[in-house]
């Protein structure tokens, strides 16, 4: 099992700017989902894709978007970056998500 | 709607003694249910998942739940805590949304 794996593991950005995280999903597995987690919260879901196509999205504004590739790896993109978007930000995947899902480590947003 | 609650922000236990971490979950659906744990500056873990089989799930380093339907329960439990149980706890259901608890922030007491 090569794990899921996020990059980059810290990010600094400017107010209004746009970024990209990206995702490697765990080998085996179709579906990849995001988080956002704030300091001292639990993660809040963002959206899932399986097969490319995004199938749940929870209350995010739709500056933040997403795409999974073929080999399903995946990318968050948010734009217009506003000091609250500092954050952890959570990658998992899973084969079935009812049986669960592996997380990657996170990358830590700051929005300055 | 789906949505879960922690019952506690924060629990403290002596080395030793048994662990409960309370959990409660609404869902309109037949929902799995996950319990994680973050430690500090770690990713998630997954500890356990209850998926519709049988009702007391075993988990990693000892730690059980058990899906109480009637009571929309799903709470975590270990007989004795060790000081490396010392982290976050999320209590989580999934459908076609996931679904994070607040968290239970657990200490252990030497």
């Known amino acids: 099992e090569t794990g899921v794996t996020q990059s980059p593991t810290h990010l600094i950005k400017t107010r209004g700017q746009q970024v990209t995280l990206r995702c490697s999903s765990q080998s085996g597995h179709n579906t990849v989902s995001w988080y956002q987690q704030a300091l001292g919260q639990g993660p809040q879901f963002i959206f899932q894709y399986y097969r490319e196509e995004e199938n749940g999205r929870g209350n995010f504004p739709p500056r933040f978007s997403g795409l999974q590739f073929p080999n399903y790896s995946s990318e968050l993109n948010v734009n217009a970056l506003e000091l609250d978007d500092s954050a952890l930000y959570l990658c998992?995947?899973?084969?079935?998500?009812?049986?669960?899902?592996?997380f990657g480590s996170g990358t830590r947003l700051t929005v300055v | 709607a789906q949505s879960v609650t922690q019952l506690d922000s924060h629990v403290s236990v002596s080395e030793g003694t048994p662990v409960l971490l309370r959990c409660n979950y609404s869902?309109?659906?037949?929902?799995?249910l996950f319990w994680y744990v973050q430690h500090p500056n770690k990713g998630l873990q997954l500890l356990l998942k209850y998926t519709s089989a049988a009702t007391l799930v075993k988990g990693i380093n000892g730690f059980e739940a058990e899906f109480k339907k009637s009571e929309t329960s799903f709470h975590l439990t270990k007989p004795s805590a060790h000081m490396s149980d010392a982290a976050e706890y999320f209590c989580?259901?999934?459908?076609?949304?996931?679904?994070f608890g607040p968290g239970t922030s657990l200490s252990v007491i030497p």
């Open positions: 989580v259901v999934s459908y076609d949304k996931v679904i």
């Open positions: 869902s309109s659906y037949s929902p799995s």
């Open positions: 998992a995947s899973s084969l079935v998500g009812r049986f669960g899902y592996t």
